[in-house]
């Protein structure tokens, strides 16, 4: 353990005020949502010093709200809830089968939504099936709320757009219309506490005759930031998935990822695999 | 009453369940600091200069270095050749410079980034082909540690009789132990000037050993006690020498208690592991399956010092045959320096590298005569009059044959293959299916002379108030040691489990029944106590105890046997079967008392999308001569077979450019969850072994030997692919199926 409790300064603020006022007096706290996150890098030592502020209190934050087909995912609400919640599972499976991943039990009961995404790890396992569905994220500070589409969180690894002050309120996604097929896939090479290799969401519409109506297809793990198939999805649309559509499709992944080699895979295991899961899917 | 072959409660189960168990870090020592360790950064070089950051305060921090050592700067083992602290030559990366202390231990860390080393580096060799070249000459005059050579019949005229040679090369990679808790150690000197060590160690009286030459000390001075110890696996049999090294000097040093308690990436990047090796095969046969002529040639990476590694070796090579019969062999094993943190003991101390060889071997054979790798199998499989590579007939306990066949039924292993032939031809199915196989022989106890040089004692106390305690240094670390001693003794003197105590292993207390390794506990030291209880109760029988005994009875025979002493202590020591026979020199002889024997079927499926591998069901034979606590085996079989699921699927250790694991923390080196277990068909075979207590043999290493040939036998039936090196990740199947459709 490097972490030093000792040292350790703690804000904790009992309302949604308290805790936006408190960050804009202190951009550089720490908000501690599940902590799923945060005690990897505190046990490494990483966080000493660092003034925490600890966001447990704002429990309107940890619901999920349903209007009509619109979605209104607390950041607070943890992976086990969001597997549990009827409406999520009815309206956003991917996103439910998705939570259903994380970690294992321990991780998945105290971990939330709105730390994975604060926390932009290029292997964020919610982000493919957020992708997918268009999901927006409501961000807001002491001084009001904006609305980013959810891609646009994202600038690196482990970098987002948030400014300072700025918390995560909610994550709110319009359930889409009935796909006529849908995938989550994470592979990851053991059953539990696995991080992805590559993790791939698909939604897909067809029509009458069999044509590609749309797809929407993203993949993490496999670029800085959870990445949309733009190329694929516009090639495909309107097209019969043919043997050789299905091939030039499993060709045109490469236009919108980077995946590199590093200790938990190879660049060439998640090219192949995320063809083989596209190519599945769309056959 | 008979608690031999029962399983009884594990003596110390309740208190782990409850939390009452105390680990080295759950004690509070007064007024104690907490230790760190300053590591070097660069593989190979000179220490130059040590620079502490004149703007930090040191006050409340305590700093040792090697000239703070009174003794001698080595810490003790096979050889002398590794320093407790760098003075000047590092041999590898994460080599130890420097301990400090401070009472707060993150302070401790953060004191570390304060200190700044100025080396002249110099190029290291981190690989064992490098070292072989000899260009940079690291140990001796060309880099091996250790040679050794082993010879039967006449190879040559072998290879001339056979009508097939089948030549291949396997490697196999580190593998970390993964114990739950990581190494520990606490430090402090008595009033009396007793220097006492506490920590998380298989064999205390190795760390007692090691402390009298570095503090110059008498035996008396040094106590050693082990703590309750969260997991061994060999990771804690050589390497607390270190650690205690280094807390008590730090100890010594501050007059103060110190503990040093790794985290778990210091653990897996600075820490013994198993060797890497690459072994080479040339294999002689007939055309009907009969071994003729068998060439070995076995490569280990000692890493930059001695340790363990000859021994490793040489149970490396002991096992590189198999347990098969063949009139001619030659193996050749050497062990070889690099500038890499040094390898060490580890479950099956070689075997597992060895013996995934030769397995393997028998499937590329049997593929080669277009025959049944059973039936190969079965035709040279070892059997009572079977001579082995050193020339060792082997007289009883021979289970190999019957483990065989218990899995083949048991598996319907020809039924299940034909049917995974018919899966697999079908384009559509989602994955490739396949079964695969594997025999091995384990040798139990330490290699030829080791037990008569180890002169193990152990003994039971028999105190005037009818309590009965074993006293021995054999260490519980999980598998369940002081459970089946307990029960060997109640059943030899007729009482119940309940009454057996079992004394902490501390140096001051117990007579040194030798390591906790080698599978040799239960038929070695349990086999002492085995006979002291015998005498101890002829004892009670003189003081007038009848039986069925009663506490009571016990009590009164018990003060009768003491007269005015407190207690009476029955102590055994080792001596040699008089039938064994060992030359050291042209290793030749009966390697081993007796050998434990294993077979297992694999079946798995493969998915065709993501490579990725499920192994759906183990079956496995495994004889023990006689399991004295079934529960206890079986666990042992299951736990050994999932470390061994991992080391042939999952377990990568990354190393960087100076030669350290990358993928230090268990997020990024993937061991199996209880998830990924599959179902487990276990049955325990029992041929008795004569000189083994109640005919018990050993279990801890042999379950670790055979999973990853039996996986490696399973893909290749699945898909034809030849995996000749681990482990098998998803990966490299990837990009073999890949290259095989290219080609
Ligand atoms: C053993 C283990 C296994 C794991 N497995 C997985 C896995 O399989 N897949 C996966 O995707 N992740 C995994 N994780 C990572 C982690 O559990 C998830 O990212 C989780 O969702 C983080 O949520 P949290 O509430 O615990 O975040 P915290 O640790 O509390 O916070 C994470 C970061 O987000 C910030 N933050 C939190 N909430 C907000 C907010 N509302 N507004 C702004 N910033 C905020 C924090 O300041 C911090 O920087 C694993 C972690 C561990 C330890």
């Given at each position: 353990m490097r972490g030093d409790p000792a040292g350790m300064r703690v804000l904790q603020p009992r309302t949604i005020e308290e805790a936006l006022d408190a960050f804009a007096r202190r951009p550089s706290a720490v908000p501690l949502a599940g902590g799923t996150d945060f005690m990897v890098a505190w046990n490494a030592g990483g966080e000493n010093g660092r003034v925490i502020l600890d966001l447990s209190a704002i429990t309107s934050w940890k619901r999920v709200r349903v209007s009509g087909r619109g979605l209104r995912i607390g950041a607070l609400t943890t992976h086990w809830q969001l597997q549990h919640e009827a409406s999520v599972k009815k309206h956003l499976p991917l996103l439910a089968e998705a939570c259903a991943t994380i970690g294992g039990r321990q991780i998945q009961t105290r971990g939330t939504l709105g730390g994975n995404i604060a926390n932009a790890s290029p292997a964020g396992d919610t982000f493919p099936p957020l992708a997918v569905y268009d999901a927006k994220v409501r961000l807001r500070s002491a001084s009001g709320r904006r609305t980013l589409p959810f891609i646009e969180v994202f600038e690196g690894v482990k970098k987002t757009s948030l400014g300072a002050?700025?918390?995560?309120?909610s994550i709110d996604v319009d359930a889409p219309r009935k796909p006529t097929r849908q995938l989550f896939r994470k592979v990851g090479t053991r059953a539990a506490s696995a991080i992805s290799k590559t993790v791939a969401a698909g939604l897909l519409w067809t029509r009458?005759?069999?044509?590609?109506?749309e797809l929407r297809f993203a993949l993490g793990s496999m670029a800085p930031t959870v990445k949309r198939l733009r190329a694929v999805e516009a090639f495909v649309a309107g097209k019969k998935p043919t043997g050789e559509v299905v091939e030039e499709a499993a060709a045109l992944l490469e236009e919108d990822v980077s995946p590199i080699d590093d200790f938990r895979s190879t660049r060439f295991y998640r090219l192949e695999v995320s063809r083989n899961l596209l190519r599945a899917f769309l056959k | 009453m008979s608690s031999v072959g029962e399983s009884s409660r594990r003596k110390e189960g309740p208190e782990k369940l409850t939390g009452v168990a105390k680990y080295v870090d759950d004690y509070h020592l007064p007024n104690c600091l907490q230790g760190v360790t300053l590591r070097s950064s660069i593989a190979r070089g000179v220490i130059k200069e040590i620079r502490f950051d004149p703007s930090y305060d040191w006050d409340s921090v305590v700093v040792a270095t090697a000239?703070?050592?009174?003794?001698?700067n080595y810490v003790y083992l096979i050889e002398v050749d590794q320093p407790l602290l760098v003075d000047r030559e590092v041999h590898h990366a994460e080599e130890p410079i420097l301990v400090l202390g401070h009472k707060d231990r993150a302070k401790a860390y953060e004191a570390l980034s304060h200190i700044e080393v100025e080396y002249e580096p110099w190029d290291p060799v981190l690989t064992m082909e490098e070292a072989l070249v000899g260009k940079r000459i690291l140990y001796g005059d060309d880099n091996v540690f250790k040679r050794f050579e082993i010879s039967k019949g006449d190879v040559e005229q072998g290879f001339k009789d056979a009508d097939v040679i089948v030549s291949k090369e396997y490697r196999v990679p580190h593998q970390e132990q993964a114990y739950l808790e990581n190494n520990g150690m606490a430090a402090w000197e008595e009033d009396d000037g007793t220097l006492v060590l506490m920590g998380s160690i298989q064999c205390p009286f190795y760390v007692h050993k090691a402390m009298l030459p570095l503090f110059a000390r008498e035996p008396e001075k040094v106590r050693v006690i082990q703590a309750t110890t969260g997991g061994g696996f060999g990771g804690k049999e050589e390497y607390p020498n270190m650690i205690a090294g280094h807390a008590a000097l730090l100890a010594l040093k501050a007059k103060r208690p110190v503990k040093m308690i790794y985290d778990r990436h210091e653990d897996m990047r600075a820490t013994t592991k198993r060797h890497p090796a690459r072994v080479r095969h040339r294999t002689g046969v007939t055309k009907d399956g009969a071994l003729v002529a068998q060439d070995i040639d076995v490569l280990m990476d000692g890493g930059?010092?001695?340790?363990l590694s000859p021994v490793v070796l040489s149970r490396g090579i002991l096992h590189a045959s198999g347990p098969y019969e063949c009139p001619n062999v030659r193996i050749v094993g050497r062990v070889i320096a690099t500038n890499t943190p040094p390898n060490g003991a580890f479950r099956g101390f070689g075997a597992p590298q060895t013996l995934f060889a030769a397995e393997l071997q028998m499937e590329a054979i049997a593929s080669r005569l277009k025959m049944d790798p059973v039936s190969l199998r079965q035709t040279n499989l070892f059997r009572i009059g079977s001579i082995t590579a050193t020339g060792q007939t082997l007289r009883e306990s021979v289970g190999a044959e019957n483990v065989l066949d218990r899995v083949l039924s048991r598996s319907k292993f020809r039924q299940k293959k034909s049917q995974h032939a018919r899966w697999n031809g079908s384009k559509t199915k989602p994955t490739w299916r396949g079964i695969g196989l594997a025999t091995v022989f384990h040798g139990d106890g330490f290699t030829g002379s080791g037990e008569v040089f180890l002169r193990s004692r152990a003994g039971i106390e028999l105190v005037h108030d009818g309590t009965l305690r074993i006293d021995a240094a054999s260490t519980e670390i999980g598998q369940g040691t002081t459970s089946i001693l307990a029960q060997i003794v109640a059943d030899a003197l007729d009482v119940p489990y309940d009454w057996i105590d079992v004394e902490t292993p501390d140096t001051s207390k117990v007579p040194n029944s030798g390591p906790t390794v080698a599978s040799r506990t239960c038929m070695v030291v349990g086999g002492l106590l085995h006979k002291a209880a015998k005498k101890l109760k002829k004892a009670l029988v003189q003081a007038g105890a009848n039986w069925p005994l009663t506490r009571e009875a016990l009590a009164t025979s018990a003060a009768r046997a003491c007269g005015k002493k407190r207690s009476i202590d029955f102590v055994e020591q080792y001596r040699k079967p008089g039938d064994v026979t060992w030359d050291e020199e042209t290793y030749r002889g009966d390697a081993y008392g007796v050998y434990s024997y294993a077979a297992m079927v694999v079946d798995l499926e493969i998915d065709k999308t993501t490579y990725e591998v499920t192994v759906r069901d183990v079956i496995t034979a495994q004889d023990v001569g006689k399991a004295i606590n079934p529960l206890l085996v079986e666990g042992q079989i299951i736990g050994g077979t999932a470390q061994a699921l991992g080391y042939a699927l999952l377990e990568n250790t990354v190393v960087d450019d100076r030669g350290v694991m990358q993928n230090a923390q268990l997020t990024n080196y993937i061991i199996p969850t209880a998830l990924d277990m599959p179902t487990m068909d276990v049955t325990i075979v029992e041929e008795p072994y004569s000189k083994g207590p109640f005919g018990a043999k050993g279990v801890g290493e042999l379950p670790m030997d055979i999973p990853a040939p039996a996986v490696a036998a399973a893909i290749y039936d699945a898909t034809g692919l030849f995996m000749a090196e681990l482990p098998i990740l998803p990966e490299r199947l990837c990009q073999a199926l890949h290259d095989s459709a290219q080609s």
């Open positions: 002050g700025e918390l995560i309120e009458p005759d069999g044509a590609i109506r | 000239k703070d050592i009174p003794g001698e930059a010092y001695v340790t």
